[in-house]
């Protein structure tokens, strides 16, 4: 390592990650405020970061910023740093935006970014890049300009969104005879403190071509609250259908929001069969909203420094819901479900063992396994899901991560395997996990191997770091027996790889 990298090295580091991040009530010009850490190092000094997440000056950008606390240690002159600020991939091991710039900050003065992210690249062009799990991962790195030599320092925090979600039958009774005016309104209360969350209307209007249409009036009596909600229809089997989405923010001014689902009376009374049981229309809706809570954990990291988790509660806007389930116990109780096998409806079977689960929960994970449960396929009446290709490690990897989200102690073969199961069954997270796995552990014994994977399965994220790992040790890789193999077998492949070295 030379003298340049060896002192970068040795720098502060804070990573920051918000989880439920879509869920952010902010408008533009509010912004998100980490715990505050302390550099010492750099004159044990007092920094936190302010996060804009609608933007500071533009609301099409993220907002990010470093400021000096005005009660910190130092000089009130200012102190010259370094600073790197960056968003943070799913993969860990590279920083796909960072910005770097020297700054001289006094006591309370920010340094950083009003448009350092575009949003719709953060929430749309690469939503699975970025937010894994819903979880933003920002890192700042610091070092001081005056020539001294830093320790390596490392602190860890992550701030969590509390999120309230909840799920409710709706059930419209007489619906032949259901008149324009008539009042059905539904009231979705706290679960801890049963306090009005929202209500929902639900009404009939002229639609274009003069067919009724469906309105649901939205309203709730809480200020800045960030709402996403899901309509479904269920027919005679209870099986849902999604017939309106939408994503709405309430405060001062909008108590009150319009949404229309995707259904007309007269398609449902020519269906009402399928649709109307005893002339019962029946929606489905799942509500999720922030609660304008957040709770934090701080994990300082240095040298002599004993890892300690420091739960720190904050409460911002309002009073929401402050209780939420405890993500661990939840846990717990998910994996006890899936080793216990109560009340199980179907079972996964290998060639040699029986693997016992839950329709619900194998469906709301992966969508393959809902087709399955949904479709007129044989595994809808046989309650038996035969997996010939996997081993029994495979399958029970994989259904503990359905259950928990957890993946058990990985190896190079189990992560190969259960990569191609996520694949398989379409549980995107868990193929994105086993894929930054493979990434991180690449050699030039393996490569070419996972090269073929990658490509097999279309994984652009992972293909491109293998290739990149290629070039980076060519001299090794081009004249070993793996290469010799990989040309046989796959010369495009191995072909689009190495021109990849002169473009």
């Not at 809808?380 to 490690?393: A, G, L, P, R």
């Not at 990569?419 to 193929?431: G, N, W």
Request: net charge negative; charged share 25%; proline share 3%.
């Amino acid at each position: 390592m030379d003298s340049e990298t060896e002192e970068e090295g040795k720098c502060f580091v804070f990573e920051w990650k918000i989880k439920n991040f879509s869920y952010c009530w902010h408008k533009k010009g509010d912004y998100l405020e980490s715990p505050s850490f302390v550099v010492d190092s750099i004159e044990g000094t007092k920094w936190k970061l302010s996060l804009f997440p609608r933007g500071h000056t533009d609301g099409n950008y993220i907002g990010l910023y470093l400021k000096r606390d005005p009660n910190c240690n130092g000089p009130n002159a200012g102190i010259s740093i370094e600073v790197e600020l960056s968003i943070l991939s799913w993969n860990t091991f590279t920083s796909d935006h960072a910005m770097k710039n020297s700054a001289t900050l006094t006591k309370g003065a920010n340094f950083g970014y009003p448009a350092f992210e575009k949003r719709k690249d953060i929430f749309k062009l690469n939503k699975y890049v970025f937010l894994p799990e819903d979880t933003l991962a920002i890192r700042c790195k610091m070092w001081q300009n005056d020539g001294k030599s830093l320790t390596i320092e490392k602190c860890c925090a992550t701030t969590h969104i509390t999120v309230g979600r909840r799920s409710f039958l709706w059930e419209i009774e007489k619906f032949s005879t259901l008149e324009p005016d008539k009042d059905n309104t539904i009231f979705v209360r706290s679960a801890s403190e049963e306090r009005l969350i929202m209500s929902f209307n639900l009404s009939l209007t002229g639609g274009q071509n003069f067919d009724e249409i469906f309105q649901v009036q939205m309203s709730s009596p809480i200020q800045n609250m960030f709402n996403t909600t899901i309509f479904y229809i269920l027919n005679t089997s209870g099986d849902k259908e999604e017939c309106g989405r939408c994503e709405f923010w309430f405060d001062r001014v909008y108590k009150s929001r319009h949404m229309t689902l995707l259904l007309t009376k007269e398609r449902l009374i020519a269906k009402k069969s399928e649709y109307l049981p005893n002339d019962v229309l029946t929606l489905q809706c799942e509500c999720n909203y922030s609660t304008g809570n957040t709770f934090e954990e701080v994990e300082k990291v240095g040298p002599g420094c004993v890892n300690v988790v420091i739960p720190h509660l904050t409460s911002s806007l309002h009073s929401g819901d402050n209780s939420s389930p405890t993500v661990e116990a939840l846990e717990e109780d998910l994996q006890w479900l899936y080793t216990d096998g109560f009340l199980s409806d179907v079972k996964l079977k290998t060639n040699s063992k029986t693997f016992p689960a839950h329709k619900i929960i194998l469906s709301t994970r992966s969508p393959v396994f809902k087709a399955m449960f949904t479709s007129n396929m044989k595994e809808k009446s046989s309650k038996i899901v035969d997996i010939e290709d996997m081993d029994d490690d495979t399958v029970h990897r994989m259904l503990l991560y359905i259950y928990t989200a957890d993946i058990e102690d990985l190896h190079w073969e189990s992560a190969l395997q259960l990569y191609e199961a996520a694949d398989k069954y379409e549980i995107l997270m868990l193929k994105m996990k086993c894929s930054a796995y493979l990434a991180a552990n690449l050699n030039p014994n393996n490569a070419c191997g996972v090269l073929v994977l990658a490509d097999l399965h279309q994984d652009t994220k992972l293909k491109t770091a293998v290739q990149k790992f290629i070039l980076r040790n060519d001299q090794v890789i081009i004249n070993s027996e793996k290469w010799e193999w990989l040309i046989e077998n796959h010369l495009k492949l191995a072909t689009d790889t190495l021109c990849l070295k002169y473009k």
